[in-house]
């Protein structure tokens, strides 16, 4: 293994995980499987400050990707950015249904839970635009229907 990583094709991300720098994965997506191999048996999804962010409705970019785990709150530093790992009391059939897909196996949380886990845990909410919220989650309604209003 130490041949390999003086090789620089096997770095080692955070302690007791490696990557292999050869990997058609994209960097984006690290940080969100690192969390996932150090968190097995855990359901992950990003929230939080970072979905609120991604959907629009938080105009400030977060520095730290924020997870939501049905596990313990913890924080990993790795070398492609850091994770806050925030724990939350849901299931994981309510975190699948109120998620999609977004960066390799970690879903992103749709508006109304990245707005609900913000409230629940009191965190950030005068950086909430309630008006671009509603028109994040009405775009998102229009869509869903197809578009035709009916």
Known sequence: MDDMIDDVRIIEAVEGIFLWTGTTV???????????????GETLYES???AASGHGFISQI????????????????TRYGHV????????????????????????IA????ALDDLR????????????DYEEVVNELVHDQSGGSGN
């Open 110 to 113: 749709r508006p109304e839970l």
């Open 26 to 40: 994209e960097q984006l997506e690290w940080p969100f499987r690192i969390a996932q191999k150090l968190r097995p």
């Open 62 to 77: 977060p520095m730290i990707y924020t997870l939501g785990t049905t596990g313990e709150s913890g924080y990993l530093k």
């Open 120 to 131: 629940r845990k009191d965190r950030n909410l005068h950086l909430v635009n309630m008006e």
């Open 48 to 50: 939080f400050e970072s």
């Open 84 to 107: 806050e790992l925030t724990h939350v009391e849901r299931s994981p059939e309510e975190i699948e249904r109120m998620t999609r897909p977004a960066y390799g196996p970690v879903r």
